[in-house]
């Protein structure tokens, strides 16, 4: 069964520094996500790409932040400067079709466990 | 905004118990509702859905209807078993944004 990967598994980063978490969405969707989970908290919505550009964005995606589809399977969130509060599980998920309304799935890999130290 | 309150965890049952998760939520227009599972140490799987009022999701024993009157998506299980421990998160997708809106999430326990 198709299924979104994701890598790293695990980083540790120093803080200020850039990180970039890589995706493979599966390869028939046209939508593509970012969410993050704080350990304890709920799972927040970051942005989501269509079509080469970000269609929705959360208040949490501000200008640290950015997204990226370099070529035609990946995707890849870049977070700069790096806070310890940004440590957190960052989900990459994707799905077939998406907008407003949509009772489309959203697939989503294992995450990446980002330790900012 | 659109939003998803689940009951609050932990949640502790023996082996073969009924489980509820309460969720109910609030949006605009008509969204879709689902369940997702995070095992400990994986990722977020899908469990159900329901996309219309009166719709059943059901998947490895587990049920939720979407109640538009009561603007619930309670889950529901007849009978547990231990490897049912995770935490279950309920969502909803569409009404006022194309991206899924979690609740907190409940963990579950499942004791032989």
């Known amino acids: 069964e198709p299924e979104v990967t994701q890598t790293p598994s695990h980083q540790v980063t120093q803080m200020g520094q850039e990180v970039i978490l890589r995706c493979v969405p599966i390869s028939n969707h046209l939508y593509f996500y970012w969410y993050r989970q704080i350990l304890g908290q709920k799972v927040e919505f970051l942005v989501s790409f269509y079509n080469n550009e970000i269609s929705e964005k959360s208040e949490i995606f501000d200008d640290q932040f950015s997204v990226e589809r370099p070529d035609g399977s990946n995707f890849t969130l870049k977070i700069r400067s790096t806070k310890l509060e940004d440590s957190a599980m960052y989900f990459c998920?994707?799905?077939?079709?998406?907008?407003?309304?949509?009772?489309?799935?959203?697939?989503f890999g294992e995450g990446s466990w980002l330790t900012v130290v | 905004g659109d939003s998803v309150t689940q009951m609050e965890g932990p949640v502790t049952l023996s082996e073969e118990a009924f489980l509820t998760i309460n969720c109910t939520y609030t949006?605009?227009?008509?969204?879709?509702l689902f369940w997702y599972v995070q095992y400990p140490g994986e990722g977020l799987q899908l469990l159900l859905k329901a996309t219309k009022a009166d719709d059943k999701g059901s998947n490895k024993g587990f049920e939720a209807t979407y109640r538009k009157e009561t603007t619930s998506f309670h889950l529901e299980k007849g009978s547990v078993q231990v490897s049912d421990s995770a935490v279950y998160f309920c969502a909803l997708k569409g009404g006022s944004q194309g991206n899924l809106i979690f609740g907190k999430g409940t963990k579950l326990s499942v004791k032989p």
């Open positions: 949006a605009t227009g008509y969204p879709s």
């Open positions: 998920a994707s799905s077939p079709i998406g907008g407003r309304g949509s009772g489309n799935t959203i697939y």
